[in-house]
């Protein structure tokens, strides 16, 4: 087998596409790891980006060249969301926004960083019905890489957010995992004989784990006119790994929330019934919308979409006297009079503080930039919790950058 691995030097050097606010570049540098460019085609972003960073530019993904990128380790990218959203029409890589993917890819095959670290929502695995997945997957194979993924949440990092997003980390072929595929292209096995361990997920999966080619689920779940719907949601679960054009999937234990704040101490914290705050949406029935709390003291996912920005709501009842209300909307920069509830929706600096550490730099940015709150909330919905890169990029490090160990 092929024993090339990534060298234990430190740090290692990396590039941000599709950068944003730097979520990724935050937590990969708190790892030690030294961004070496970062790049968006929003110049709203890249001027938050450079208050909060110092660098970054203006950039279409598209016009890149290996020049552009230069000499790295790791290449990593949150690529757009928007075409796999449940929020959005999912129209995968039909969508204008979709083919950034295959620019990235382009990009990787240029520059062949022994890292690849990408991000996106959860609803990539089940976007048409597994296929886009599929190919994400099978380009990515194709290049050499071996990938895993995993479907993490910003709760296990501490950050009071409810926030799922998919994670894949590909790196060069490394000699802790052996294929061992049977005349019916059923299973692999790790050549020690023991537990799949991944930089995304420390958990055991079983020793035996079945395996599906992937050009064949790609060529079952691709569209076409009068071809019936496939008959499984996705066949890709919470975790798995692929290589050399096969893959593997699991579904991993959902994790605890760790020990945090609750949510209503960081949005109203002068208020003496902080932890009875929820985060709040509204829903539409019979014509009128109603608001839906959230059981957990968590916030609800950011999105881009201004209608899901960080609003939360209090009974009434709590709210005795004016000193009451201004302290609960201290931190508010909109409100609205229910029946039984106050509504009040954070500003976006406060509202950096929901992605947990390694956001004071952006707050500090956005109090400084002449941006409108609606496009700092966009901004925000298209960051992530730079802790849980954080942790990512130090397992990769101490591991010798070996996928599988």
């Given amino acids: 087998m092929n024993k090339t691995m990534l060298s234990n030097s430190s740090p290692f050097r990396f590039v941000d596409l599709c950068a944003g606010i730097g979520g990724i570049s935050c937590g990969l540098a708190a790892a030690q790891w030294k961004p070496v460019a970062a790049f968006d ?32 380790d790791a290449l990593v990218a949150g690529f757009p969301c928007q075409p796999f959203s449940s929020s959005g029409n999912r129209l995968g890589f039909d969508h204008k926004s979709g083919n950034v993917f295959e620019a990235i890819v382009g990009l990787i095959d240029k520059t062949s960083p022994q890292i690849v670290m990408l991000e996106n929502v959860q609803g990539l ?26 479907l993490i949440n910003g709760t ?10 998919i994670v894949m980390i590909g790196t060069r072929p490394n000699t802790s995992l052996e294929l061992i595929i049977d005349s019916n292209n059923r299973f692999f096995r790790l050549n020690d004989a023991a537990v799949v361990r991944t930089v995304l997920d420390d958990s055991e999966a079983p020793n035996m784990v079945g395996v599906v080619d992937l050009e064949d689920t790609a060529r079952y779940l691709a569209p076409a006119i009068g071809k019936p719907i496939p008959t499984i949601r ?58 839906y709390l959230k059981k957990e003291p968590l916030a609800h996912c950011i999105g881009t979409n201004i209608g899901a920005a960080p609003t939360f709501a209090c009974d009434k009842s709590l709210v005795s006297s004016s000193e009451d209300m201004d302290a609960l909307l201290r931190n508010a920069n909109w409100t609205r009079d229910e029946a039984q509830h106050v509504i009040f929706r ?18 500090s940015a956005f109090r400084n930039c002449r941006l409108g709150s609606t496009k700092k909330y966009v901004l925000l919905g298209n960051s992530v919790i730079p802790e849980q890169f954080r942790q990512i990029a130090l397992k990769t490090s101490n591991h010798h950058s070996l996928l599988f160990k």
Wanted: charged fraction near 20%; charge should be neutral.
């Fill in 41 to 72: 085609l929003d110049p709203d972003a890249i001027a938050v980006h450079q208050l909060a960073h110092g660098f970054g530019e203006v950039a279409d993904v598209f016009n890149l060249t290996r020049d552009d990128i230069g000499s790295i």
């Fill in 125 to 150: 695995l089940s976007n048409s019905y597994g296929f886009t997945f599929a190919n994400v997957l099978l380009w990515l194979t194709r290049l050499g890489y071996e990938v895993s993924w995993g």
């Fill in 156 to 165: 296990w990092y501490g950050a009071p957010q409810d926030r799922r997003r």
């Fill in 234 to 291: 996705t066949p890709f679960l919470t975790a798995g790994v692929a290589k050399d054009g096969h893959f593997a999937t699991w579904k991993r234990e959902v994790r605890p929330a760790r020990d945090q704040l609750p949510v209503g101490s960081i949005v109203c914290p002068d208020f003496q019934h902080s932890s009875s705050v929820r985060s709040v949406r509204y829903w539409g029935h019979s014509g009128t919308t109603r608001p």
């Fill in 346 to 363: 954070i500003n976006p600096e406060v509202a950096c503080r929901l992605f947990g550490s390694g956001m004071e730099a952006v707050e």
